[in-house]
Each structure stands twice: as structure tokens, then as C-alpha cells.
């Protein structure tokens, strides 16, 4: 059986290249607005309740009524969800008369994911192989 080798973590001129690797990989890492607005919308997606909205809305547009009585939530609990889904960029909300009908923002997440490939491009990270699981 194979000892594995001890941790050795790196300092000075490695943790640099480490740092323009991963700049040159995720470009969005160098502009302080760009990567303000991709972690409110990793923060948007951070919670259950969160994501259950984002599934109904993955099926149709939903107003806050509808959410509530779907999700057994109380109305102030997902009002705050909501306006969290609104900043991180992930759903929209339209007037219809006297309800707020609340959609996914497609667009918008479609371009946001597209910035974060993480499943692309470890294989070819320093430190990583392909086929490397991370545990």
C-alpha cells in the first residue's frame, strides 16, 4: 500500500502562479462588482426554501399567495426570500394588477452560471487530474 505524501502548503512565488491561474481561469475573480454580484446569487441559492422557489418558478410563474400556500411558509418568512432572489439576480417580479408575480430570471442565470465552469476546467488546474473526485 502507498503512504500518501504529507501536506505541504505553498508560500511565496507558488501562491502566486495559484492566484493568476485562478484569475485567468475565472476571469470574474478581478472585478470587485462582478464578484459582489456572483456571491449575492450563490447566497440567493444558499437555502432550501430558496430553492424550492426557484423549482416552482422553474415551472411557472408564481405569486407570493401561491409560494406561501405551496411552501407552508409564512408570508413575511418568504417575502424576505424573495427579495434575497431578487438582489442575487435569480428570479424577476412583474406587477399584475394587485398581485406580484414573481419568474425565474433565465437570462440572467444562464450568464451567471456560464462565468463559474468549475466542471470544465478542473482537469486542468494545478493540483488536479481528470478524473480527480474531490472527496
Known sequence: MDKERAWEPSSG???RKLVEAAERGF???TDSADIGQLAQFHKALGDETRLRVVGLLQLRDTCL???VDALKVP???MNHH????ER?????ARREGKFTIYSLHKGNLMTTL???PLANTLGSLPGHHSGDVPE
Open 114 to 116: 456560464s462565468q463559474w
Open 88 to 92: 442575487g439576480g435569480v428570479i424577476m
Open 27 to 29: 476571469p470574474i475573480l
Open 82 to 85: 424573495l427579495r434575497i432572489l
Open 13 to 15: 512565488d507558488d501562491l
Open 75 to 77: 408570508a413575511s418568512t
Open 65 to 67: 399567495c401561491e409560494m
